[in-house]
């Protein structure tokens, strides 16, 4: 059973922006993506329970949990959240995918503390490169990323659909289980002629997200971020510390445009913001110098809807 969330809805809520450490107006890291019915959330820092408050969102929309690696401020939310997911009593099982190699530090957040666990939380750890969970509509993959531990970035990727005309349907006397034969073989013969699908309905074009924290600009960030309406990307650094964000394993504004400009990205969220610096506003100027698509700096808070669906509505689909 799964929760149920506004139809249609498609948006990243921002639970925390800030790198390494927390600041007075910025919170560790936390991204929570409604997809339908779906409640992706991504790398929850400390404090990921009480922005999840502010944001009016709660654990029992969360389906799936994806975290890049076990730095601190991408998983420490880990275990209050487990707790909270057992006292809320949420009924459906959360997936975790986590890199293999952080086993231990798993099982120490699932169980930081003493509580009566009654949670349905299954561990999915990413052994390497590769679709990581396959739906009906959905399928999720993972990339390595190079950052100085185990890291991996998220893409989530909608099956491409069709839009079937009941009115183009009705006139050509396709009716019943005579639709599904359709859609399945591409064609199908009725009075003597072949109505092609192309005539009875519209191509869909299927969404797609990637999540790209932690790491040097490397070919595998590009890969996730083929073709994405919306990347989420760190940029922990201005082009002036680019040495300093090479060191750390870290991408600055500029490399996270770059990025988006060689994946042919819809619509680029910079966030993972170094403490160091006030205004992200240098941040978007820097990646609208290679990126010529949409670019906005978030901050704790903030909705960013998924562009709406490329030459098409923005609703379901009502053929896959």
Same mark, same amino acid.
């Given at each position: ?12 809520? &921002? ?24 409640? $992706? ?13 502010? +944001? ?13 690696? #076990? ?30 190699? /952080?086993?231990?530090? #798993? ?32 399928? %999720?993959?993972?990339?390595? $990323? ?14 491409? =659909? ?13 009716? =019943?289980?005579?639709?599904?034969? %359709?859609?399945?073989? =591409?064609?199908?013969?009725?009075? =003597?002629?072949? &109505? ?9 074009? /299927? ?19 083929? @073709?994405?309406?919306? $990347? ?50 240098? #941040? ?8 010529? /698509?949409?670019?906005? +700096? ?12 490329? @030459? ?9």
């Amino acid at each position: 059973m799964r929760p149920t969330l506004c139809m249609s809805a498609r948006e990243l809520i &921002v639970l925390g922006t800030s790198s390494q450490v927390p600041t007075r107006y910025r919170n560790h890291n936390g991204y929570l993506l409604r997809w339908d019915d779906e409640g $992706l959330l991504f790398d929850p820092g400390e404090g990921s329970q009480r922005q999840m408050i502010f +944001a009016d969102v709660t654990v029992t929309q969360v389906t799936r949990i994806l975290v890049t690696h #076990f730095h601190g401020d991408h998983c420490l939310g880990l275990a209050g959240l487990s707790q909270r997911i057992s006292l809320d009593r949420v009924p459906h099982e959360i997936d975790v995918h986590y890199p293999a190699s /952080g086993q231990l530090y #798993f099982e120490r957040l699932r169980h930081a503390s003493i509580y009566h666990d009654v949670s349905r939380i299954a561990a999915r750890p990413v052994r390497g490169d590769g679709v990581i969970h396959k739906s009906g509509k959905l399928q %999720l993959s993972a990339r390595r $990323l190079d950052h100085g531990v185990e890291t991996y970035g998220y893409r989530l990727a909608e099956h491409d =659909g069709r839009t079937m005309l009941p009115e183009k349907l009705a006139a050509a006397g396709i009716v =019943g289980p005579q639709i599904k034969e %359709l859609i399945q073989r =591409g064609s199908f013969e009725v009075g =003597g002629r072949v &109505v092609r699908l192309d005539e009875v309905s519209l191509f869909k074009p /299927g969404q797609s997200f990637a999540f790209v924290m932690d790491t040097r600009l490397c070919d595998n960030a590009i890969e996730l971020a083929k @073709g994405v309406d919306l $990347l989420v990307c760190e940029s922990t650094y201005l082009s002036s510390e680019e040495r300093e964000a090479r060191e750390h394993g870290h991408m600055t504004a500029r490399q996270a445009g770059i990025v988006a400009a060689e994946a042919g990205v819809r619509k680029l969220v910079l966030t993972h913001f170094s403490q160091r610096y006030g205004s992200t506003r240098p #941040f978007v100027d820097e990646a609208r110098a290679v990126f010529d /698509g949409e670019v906005v +700096a978030v901050r704790d808070g903030d909705r960013v809807p998924v562009p709406k669906r490329a @030459g098409a509505d923005d609703g379901p689909n009502e053929a896959a």
